[in-house]
């Protein structure tokens, strides 16, 4: 397994690993490759969006670091980094996770970001585990959502 930065010839293959989670666990969310394109890879906001890739070239997961602009809809401070992490359920616990995570700490330090809020359904126990793993820790609960926050550097 390999990491690299995400290219719009990712966003099928990104499409595909959101289609997974939504099969896995029931949560509907957007999903195309539109949706893809516009949030993840041509957002302007963005700070990088990495891709981890089996040894055949395929996706197996992907995570988004953007930086929080004025009223956003997470309520982030601006200027904060927002994480967004996206792993096939076929490859949990198998390390994807903490090698997109050490991309996406590299590009923080990189746009001397202080903070980076992850914005986690409470309903979701591997999403709550795995970014109290990476170091993040809860700072605001609001209804039905657990926010934690990393610190860099």
């Avoid at 397994?1 to 990104?14: P, Q």
Wanted: hydrophobic residues 40%; neutral net charge; glycine residues 8%.
């Amino acid at each position: 397994m390999d990491t690299r930065i995400a290219s719009l010839d990712d966003a099928a293959a990104m499409s595909r690993v959101l289609r997974e989670i939504i099969a896995h666990t029931g949560r509907e969310r957007p999903n195309d490759e539109a949706f893809v394109t516009r949030q993840y890879l041509a957002n302007p906001a963005s700070i990088r969006c990495t891709v981890a890739i089996d040894n055949e070239g395929v996706v197996l997961g992907f995570q988004s670091l953007v930086r929080a602009e004025a009223d956003n809809r997470y309520d982030v401070p601006a200027g904060w980094g927002i994480i967004g992490t996206h792993i096939s359920p076929r490859v949990h616990r198998q390390g994807v996770g903490s090698a997109l995570f050490r991309s996406s700490r590299e590009a923080a330090e990189q746009a001397r970001l202080e903070k980076i809020d992850a914005y986690i359904g409470a309903d979701n126990p591997s999403g709550l585990r795995y970014y109290e793993a990476m170091g993040f820790h809860t700072y605001r609960a609001p209804e039905g959502i657990v926010q934690k926050v990393y610190t860099v550097g």
